[in-house]
């Protein structure tokens, strides 16, 4: 939504379309990372309960730095857009007769 909050109505395809295929490339990267720590923190070792745990535990521990650091730049980067050309004051619904 906030992706397609700030772009014009004529070019919301577009940006559906930006997010959509950022979402898919992105998945598909980050599943490739987690696999790799994984794998190379011994869940390559399937008859090895400890080292494929030990191996799990890492990705995930990996992905949980991704999600914090993502959540970190939305909250530094997204801002909500002010009505009315003023900064500082708060956003107003308008309402089309």
Do not use: C, H, W
């Amino acid at each position: 939504m906030a992706a397609l909050g700030g772009v014009a109505p004529e070019q919301g395809g577009l940006a559906s379309g930006i997010v959509n295929t950022t979402y898919q490339v992105g998945s598909a990267i980050g599943l490739a990372a987690m696999t790799a720590i994984a794998t190379s923190q011994g869940a390559d070792k399937l008859g090895d309960l400890p080292s494929l745990t030990g191996g799990f535990q890492a990705a995930f521990i990996g992905a949980a730095v991704v999600a914090l650091a993502g959540a970190g730049l939305a909250l530094v980067t997204l801002r909500t857009p002010a009505v009315g050309g003023k900064t500082g004051e708060p956003a107003k619904e308008r309402i089309q007769a």
